[in-house]
């Protein structure tokens, strides 16, 4: 699912949102998320999961067309991990499309 795809789905749901109002929001709460995580702030939604940044040690690498090593400096990365309700729905709706194929 794109931005764009969530932005629709947000609109066709709540008929009373235009797709102008349903873009703001979807861009609000994503500028909001992404904004917390630049600050180190840790994002909870239950029953769907969790947004933290992680960091990355500096290490050495290579470079794959010659082989010469590389440093790699220290990263600060997003990190999501999804709540139990999230695993839990998705491994069963999966399950249900895969015995559906096989039927």
Same mark, same amino acid.
């Given at each position: 699912?794109?931005?764009?795809?969530? $932005?629709?789905? /947000?609109? %066709?749901?709540?008929?009373? /949102?235009? *797709?102008?109002?349903?873009?703001?929001? $979807?861009?609000?709460? /994503?500028?909001?998320?992404?904004?917390? /995580? $630049?600050?180190? *702030?840790?994002?909870?939604?239950? @029953? #769907?999961?969790? #947004?933290?940044?992680?960091?990355? !040690?500096?290490?050495? @690498?290579?470079? !794959?067309?010659? @082989?010469?090593?590389?440093?790699?400096?220290?990263?600060?990365? !997003? *990190? #999501? =991990? !999804?709540?139990?309700?999230?695993?839990?729905? $998705?491994?069963?709706?999966?399950?249900?499309? +895969? %015995?559906? +194929? =096989?039927?």
């Amino acid at each position: 699912m794109t931005r764009s795809d969530l $932005v629709e789905e /947000l609109a %066709a749901r709540f008929s009373q /949102l235009t *797709h102008r109002d349903a873009e703001y929001a $979807v861009k609000t709460i /994503l500028d909001a998320m992404g904004d917390a /995580l $630049v600050r180190g *702030h840790r994002i909870e939604i239950r @029953g #769907f999961g969790s #947004f933290s940044v992680n960091r990355r !040690p500096p290490r050495i @690498g290579r470079n !794959p067309r010659s @082989g010469e090593s590389v440093q790699i400096p220290e990263k600060r990365v !997003p *990190h #999501f =991990k !999804p709540g139990k309700a999230l695993r839990e729905a $998705v491994d069963a709706r999966t399950a249900e499309l +895969d %015995a559906a +194929d =096989k039927a």
